[in-house]
């Protein structure tokens, strides 16, 4: 190794150094969801592929001449205002997304343009280590469940679907989280992309064999999901979860993979011989102290950290507890007696106030108001297991129904075929929504601006065929939402 190269790693050692410090929070969580969540235990080997990767290109890579390129914190700016985003609207995965992106821009900064062509999609690669994809996980579980169904008329079983609830004559079956198949989709992304640029040289190729790699899981999934409810039907259905535990962990997939690659095989074009450098050659540029590069992504990532220290103060306390409001034509009654219990979840909330109403026609609402002071890391009013079903329950999304006036609407089906019919308001910032993406933003725009910190959920449900005939009835008398949500959090409207 020359001593420029020594030099310079030595200063992109230091720079990631400050980084992790700085950032160490979302190092660490990246790393929590590694080891902890089995969709994304795949991540734990990207870092020593990555550095398996480098090494292939290292016999290319040390005859360049290493320049420092200021033009490279640019590309830091946008992970540092990526990263601010997400901490000051509470999204984890983008604040997660910034800080390798922030990472990736040390190295186009420290190490110049030529290094970087020849380490190209070693750098891309490293986006695969964001903890992402479990938000496609509702519209796999809707592909799996009308997969399943189809494959099942086919075989001749009688069935009915209900949304990602499938009955046969001797079983009920729901196609759960972990049955969406968005653990092998994810996994079978990072792997084909790999083998991608591994083994071939052509573009072509390379987005054909990733897009078959994607299409084809999702199909096996969808065979999987209807082999497991078809041996049921043969069979009965603790005989079924066995089976499926089974082949879906240690057979199908793998025997996916290998008709994958086995497939594939005959179409690889990169020789064992070829270089590996993504490209060499280009525009000379002027190079910069390493040092001064170094010193600039210091700042540009302080810069965003003040912000976000800056940015979290400032959060006023709640009133003293405000009850729920008395509504003209309803009653309220205690809530019992339901074979199947409901409970909003709101991890972090400061209030969650609970009541439930009747009215003359003896139709039951039942009404929650979750309420933050502030939103931040952990308390957030939408995420991942907050509002109307929570991670634990035995409730589970049925289908969306038509929304309300800056609301949501969506049908929850219990054990039993049990239902409820569910209708959500925020009330964040200056808003009114039920739109999740807007929360965010307006979130976010509270935060940079100053303005009104609190967030709250309203959640009405209802049981029944007609549940919401008797929510929209109860809505039409309770009044406006932004003014009784401003009222339960102490704030003007």
């Given at each position: 190794?020359?001593?420029?190269?020594?030099r310079h790693?030595?200063?992109?050692?230091?720079?990631?150094?400050?980084?992790?410090?700085?950032f160490?929070?979302?190092?660490?969580?990246?790393?929590?969801?590694?080891?902890?969540?089995?969709?994304?235990?795949?991540?734990?080997?990207?870092?020593?592929?990555?550095?398996?990767?480098?090494?292939?290109r290292?016999?290319?890579?040390?005859?360049?001449?290493?320049?420092?390129?200021?033009?490279?914190?640019?590309?830091?700016?946008?992970?540092?205002?990526?990263?601010?985003?997400?901490?000051?609207?509470?999204?984890?995965?983008?604040?997660?997304?910034?800080?390798v992106?922030?990472?990736?821009?040390?190295?186009?900064?420290?190490?110049?343009?030529?290094?970087?062509?020849g380490?190209?999609?070693?750098?891309?690669?490293?986006?695969?280590?964001?903890p992402?994809?479990?938000?496609?996980?509702p519209?796999?579980?809707?592909?799996?469940?009308?997969?399943?169904?189809?494959?099942?008329?086919?075989?001749?079983?009688?069935?009915?679907?209900e949304?990602?609830?499938?009955?046969?004559?001797?079983?009920?079956?729901?196609?759960?989280?972990?049955?969406?198949?968005?653990?092998?989709?994810?996994?079978?992304?990072?792997?084909?992309?790999?083998?991608?640029?591994?083994c071939?040289?052509?573009?072509?190729?390379?987005?054909?064999?990733?897009?078959?790699?994607?299409?084809?899981?999702?199909?096996?999934?969808?065979?999987?999901?209807?082999?497991?409810?078809?041996?049921?039907h043969?069979?009965?259905?603790?005989?079924?979860?066995?089976?499926?535990?089974?082949?879906?962990?240690?057979?199908?997939?793998?025997?996916?993979?290998?008709?994958?690659?086995?497939?594939?095989?005959?179409?690889?074009?990169?020789?064992?011989?070829?270089?590996?450098?993504?490209?060499?050659?280009?525009?000379?540029?002027?190079?910069?102290?390493?040092?001064?590069?170094?010193?600039?992504?210091?700042l540009?990532?302080?810069?965003?950290?003040?912000?976000?220290?800056?940015?979290?103060g400032?959060?006023?306390?709640?009133?003293?507890?405000?009850?729920?409001?008395?509504v003209?034509?309803?009653?309220?009654?205690?809530?019992?007696?339901?074979?199947?219990?409901?409970?909003?979840?709101?991890?972090?909330a400061?209030?969650?106030?609970?009541?439930?109403?009747?009215?003359?026609?003896?139709?039951?609402v039942?009404?929650?108001?979750?309420?933050?002071?502030?939103?931040?890391?952990?308390?957030?009013?939408?995420?991942?297991?907050?509002?109307?079903?929570?991670?634990d329950?035995?409730?589970?999304?049925?289908?969306?129904?038509?929304?309300?006036?800056?609301?949501?609407?969506?049908?929850?089906?219990?054990?039993g075929?049990?239902?409820?019919?569910?209708?959500?308001?925020?009330?964040?910032?200056?808003?009114?929504t039920?739109?999740?993406?807007?929360?965010?933003?307006?979130?976010?725009?509270?935060?940079?601006t100053?303005?009104?910190?609190?967030?709250?959920?309203?959640?009405?449900?209802?049981?029944?065929?007609?549940?919401?005939?008797?929510?929209?009835?109860?809505?039409?008398?309770?009044?406006?939402?932004?003014?009784?949500?401003?009222?339960?959090?102490?704030?003007?409207?």
């Open positions: 190794m020359t001593i420029g190269w020594r790693l030595i200063a992109l050692a230091a720079v990631w150094a400050a980084i992790a410090i700085l160490g929070r979302d190092l660490a969580h990246m790393v929590e969801i590694w080891w902890t969540s089995s969709t994304f235990a795949h991540c734990l080997l990207l870092p020593p592929i990555i550095g398996w990767l480098v090494w292939l290292w016999p290319e890579l040390k005859d360049i001449e290493l320049r420092a390129w200021l033009p490279g914190l640019v590309i830091v700016a946008v992970g540092a205002l990526g990263w601010l985003l997400g901490d000051v609207a509470g999204v984890s995965m983008v604040r997660q997304f910034g800080l992106v922030m990472l990736q821009g040390a190295v186009v900064a420290l190490l110049g343009p030529e290094v970087v062509r380490i190209l999609f070693p750098l891309f690669y490293m986006l695969f280590m964001v992402a994809g479990e938000e496609l996980v519209l796999l579980q809707t592909i799996t469940a009308r997969m399943s169904m189809a494959l099942l008329k086919l075989a001749g079983v009688p069935a009915h679907i949304g990602i609830f499938i009955t046969t004559p001797n079983g009920w079956f729901k196609v759960a989280e972990a049955c969406s198949g968005v653990k092998f989709l994810v996994a079978m992304l990072a792997y084909s992309v790999l083998v991608a640029n591994v071939f040289r052509t573009w072509f190729r390379r987005i054909v064999f990733v897009i078959a790699s994607l299409v084809l899981s999702i199909l096996a999934n969808g065979v999987r999901a209807w082999g497991t409810i078809y041996v049921a043969l069979t009965d259905v603790s005989f079924a979860q066995g089976f499926d535990h089974v082949i879906y962990g240690w057979v199908f997939f793998g025997l996916i993979i290998a008709v994958l690659m086995g497939v594939g095989w005959r179409y690889f074009d990169r020789s064992p011989t070829s270089l590996w450098l993504d490209g060499r050659g280009g525009v000379a540029v002027r190079g910069a102290p390493p040092k001064l590069a170094a010193c600039g992504v210091l540009l990532v302080l810069l965003a950290w003040a912000w976000a220290v800056i940015a979290a400032g959060a006023q306390p709640l009133p003293k507890n405000q009850g729920l409001p008395s003209p034509g309803w009653t309220r009654i205690a809530a019992q007696g339901d074979l199947i219990p409901w409970r909003p979840n709101f991890t972090g400061d209030r969650l106030l609970m009541a439930r109403y009747v009215d003359a026609r003896g139709r039951k039942d009404f929650a108001v979750a309420i933050f002071s502030y939103q931040a890391e952990g308390r957030e009013l939408v995420g991942f297991g907050q509002g109307a079903i929570g991670p329950s035995r409730w589970s999304w049925t289908n969306d129904m038509p929304a309300p006036a800056n609301g949501q609407a969506f049908r929850i089906t219990g054990p075929d049990v239902q409820r019919d569910v209708v959500t308001f925020y009330r964040v910032g200056d808003i009114v039920g739109n999740e993406m807007m929360v965010k933003l307006e979130t976010l725009k509270a935060k940079l100053g303005g009104p910190r609190r967030g709250v959920a309203l959640i009405f449900t209802a049981p029944g065929e007609r549940g919401r005939a008797a929510v929209d009835s109860f809505l039409a008398r309770l009044g406006p939402i932004d003014r009784l949500a401003d009222r339960l959090a102490g704030q003007k409207g």
